[in-house]
Every structure is written in C-alpha cells, then in structure tokens.
C-alpha cells in the first residue's frame, strides 16, 4: 500500500474514559494528503491542534500505563487502542475532533474504533506515503523488556509475552501491517492483574475500567468475565505496541518486543525519532519515489520530490526540465516573506544564504527527478565560487538555472546562475552527495 488514506466521511462515537471516568465525544473527519492525525479538544478554551508526532508524545512517568499526546498545557489520554485501529487500516490523515481529555474507552479494545472506521469507508489519497525505511538495528531495554528494529521488507511486528501468572503465562503474536485485517486481535481487550487494582485506584487511574471493559486477572481465573479470543492478553499487549508506533508514522521493519509496555514503546518512538533525524538531516532529500513525467513541475509536483515545506520551499515552479541535463525554477519575492521581518526590515534584502538555498532546491529537484535516482538523499556537501552580484528585493522574480557538470552514482556536481530581469544576481557550484534511504 503505498498511497496515503483518509475517512470517507465524518465517524462519531462517545463513551467513558478508562483512566478518568468523564464521558466524552469524539468526532473523526477525513483530512487533506500529509497533513497526519492530529487531535483538537473542542471543550476547552483553546485552539491548540496537537499533531500526533514523536515530538507530542508526553513523559509516560507523568501519565502512566496509558499514552497521552499534546503540550505541556493541551493533552489528550489514552490514545493507543485509536491509534492502532488507524495503523491496522492504514490511515495517514485525519482530524479527531474531541470533547474530554480522554479517549473514549469503548470495549476495551480496537473492535468499536474498527468497526466504525470500517462503516464509513476509506478514501485512497494521490500522495504516497513517507515511510521511515530502517536500514540499521535499533534497540531500547528496561529491566529485562526490550524492543529490537530490523531491516525488513515491509512492516513486521512481533509480540513475545512473559507474566508470572498461571493465567496469563507466556505467549507470542507475529503480524505483518498492510492495511487489511488478518487477525482478531483489534478485539482484544486491556487487562490487569487483581492485585494491581487497588493501587491503580489510589493513583487516581482506573477510574471508568469495569468487568467488561477491563479483564481483571486473578490467581484462579478471570473476575466476573471470560477472554473473547484465543491469546488475548499477548493480542492486547501487541495491539497496544501498534497503536504507540503510529506515533512514530508508517515504518519499513521488523519490530520484534519482549515483555514490552507503553514505557518502553515510547522510549522506542524517541529512538525512531533520532534516527529519522540522523537520516534526513542536512540532506535535500527526495519525499517519495515520484519521477516527473513533464518538462513543467507545478508546487504540487515539487513538494513530491522535495520535503521542503512552508517557510522554507523557496521555489514555486519549474518552467522547464531536462532530466539529467537542466531545469530552470522561478521564486517570486513578496513583501510577506517572512525573512523581511528580521533581515535589513526596513529596507529589506534577500539573505544571500537563501538565495543559495534556492539555487540548491532546484538542483535538488534536477537530480532526483531522474529516475536512477529517485527515493535517494541528496546531502549538500559543498558551495564553490559563490558570488552575488546584485541585491533582491520584494518584487523581484527570481529566475534559477541548473544545468549538469558531472555526475556519478554517489555525487552530482551542477553549476547554477539565479537572474532578476536577465541580469546576474548570484551564482555558484554545488555538489551534492547521492545517498540511498
């Protein structure tokens, strides 16, 4: 599955949350191409939009055995059984309206989110999906728990359970995520051991769990309730391990954990966070395996090839594109740059550092639009013979030309010139190296 996808329609469901006790409402609506799963509590006085990322994941030692995103202000509880019914059907892009600062807990399970989901229908979207391709190991431990990342040919996760309880005992679950649903295990429901109980209710969690949501596990058996499922006390602890590593977005590996918890997931997300900064940093580098097929690049069509984003996508169109050989781009320089507000604002020049910047962006896209180098990196490695020649102002239109030097299967050398009404105003050498992801 390698497009994004949304809802078809509007998807709502209320109950109460498992930890809190307090009812709430949620409110799923589809949501435009890269724009992620993001959360907005509707019942509080603020316009704060949390979008679900590594870096909203919050401290699990202040909001334990549950996972909360949000700021230090704004947060959500309780996300993991959502996020994981999003994973299991391959969902990219989402709004969650919600009233409360819990999810709701439902069943106990995925099983209510699925079905829901499952009801309205899946729209396919026209980008691609940015997976984080793991191409190293990565570990995380604690105690004697630990999480193991492989490079693997699509997204593989394996469970392997160990509780000192006769009940519970041992078990192990292997799935492969796809977007269609192999395996029952979205119905398996939270569970805790009978002594715990107590001690969760004196922490204040808890507080909306009953026989039927919760499996409650006792020496003897499980209290007032029976498991619905084969293994569902490893099915639960695995479907809780997916919907934390949604967190982290779409992955290429194989995640192997032993006796691991929403402690040691998170711990897991903030390694998967450096490494995806480790491989995409100081790079231009290629946001999908698109391969153009005109002379012409409209933004839609550059932001394809480039990651780059406003503020920093510095070219708004490719007017030609000679694949391998040259291409020309235009930046149209507006008062409302944000740059003018801090460079020279009162008789505002463009930094010359972006018009470099500039200049690489449009060879970034002259050599990744080839198709032996789609999906590559292209890391910035060096700027020759820089020379600006005349200053840019608002209203100047920026007119950049790349044509190739040489250009071998790991570097690529282009010479690049930026015109303000056919004159010269910068020019330089840039070398690139060419990196597979």
């Known amino acids: 599955m390698d497009n994004q996808r949304t809802l078809s329609g509007k998807v709502a469901l209320e109950g109460i949350g498992l930890h809190t006790g307090i009812k709430a409402k949620l409110e799923m609506l589809p949501a435009p191409p890269d724009s992620g799963i993001t959360f907005l509590r509707q019942d509080i006085d603020s316009t704060a939009l949390i979008k679900v990322s590594p870096y909203s994941v919050l401290n699990p030692d202040k909001f334990p055995r549950r996972t909360s995103v949000g700021t230090t202000s704004v947060y959500v509880h309780t996300v993991e059984h959502l996020m994981a019914a999003f994973h299991l059907l391959g969902i990219d892009n989402v709004q969650v309206n919600i009233w409360g600062e819990e999810v709701p807990g439902l069943d106990g399970s995925a099983k209510d989110f699925i079905e829901a989901l499952q009801k309205v229908g899946l729209n396919q979207q026209d980008a691609l999906r940015d997976r984080l391709l793991v191409k190293e190991p990565l570990w995380v431990e604690e105690g004697s728990s630990s999480i193991v990342v492989l490079p693997y040919n699509s997204c593989r996760i394996s469970y392997v359970l160990s509780y000192d309880n006769p009940l519970i005992g041992s078990g192990y679950v292997d799935i492969v995520l796809n977007g269609e649903l192999k395996n029952d295990l979205y119905t398996a429901r939270t569970f805790c051991l009978e002594n715990e109980v107590k001690s969760l209710l004196d922490m204040g969690l808890g507080k909306g769990a009953n026989h039927k949501n919760t499996l409650v596990v006792s020496e003897k058996g499980v209290v007032d309730n ?15 391990l997916i919907g934390d590593l949604y967190l982290a977005g779409p992955i290429q590996g194989h995640i192997i954990a032993i006796r691991g918890g929403h402690s040691l997931n998170i711990k897991l997300i903030d390694k998967l966070r450096r490494y995806r900064e480790k491989t995409k940093s100081a790079g ?5 395996a698109y391969v153009p097929k005109g002379t012409e690049l409209n933004i839609e069509e550059i932001m394809k090839i480039l990651p780059h984003r406003y503020p920093f996508l510095l070219v708004d169109r490719i007017t030609y594109l000679d694949k391998g ?9 507006t008062m409302n740059e944000y740059f003018f507000q801090g460079h020279f604002p009162g008789r505002p020049v463009m930094p010359g550092v972006l018009i470099v910047e500039a200049m690489a962006q449009v060879g970034g896209v002259l050599m990744l639009a080839c198709p032996e180098h789609s999906g590559k990196l292209a890391y ?3 700027a020759n013979h820089i020379k600006f020649r005349k200053t840019v102002v608002p209203g100047d239109q920026l007119v950049i030309e790349v044509t190739v030097g040489k250009v071998r299967s790991k570097t690529g050398l282009v010479y690049t010139k930026a015109f303000v009404d056919n004159k010269v105003v910068a020019e330089a050498e840039l070398m690139f190296a060419l990196v597979e992801t």
């Open 380 to 382: 910035f490695m060096a």
């Open 284 to 288: 231009v580098s290629s946001q999908t």
């Open 226 to 240: 029976k498991t619905r499922i084969p293994d569902e006390f490893a099915k639960h602890k695995i479907l809780d």
């Open 325 to 333: 050989k040259k291409a020309v781009g235009i930046k149209s320089v």
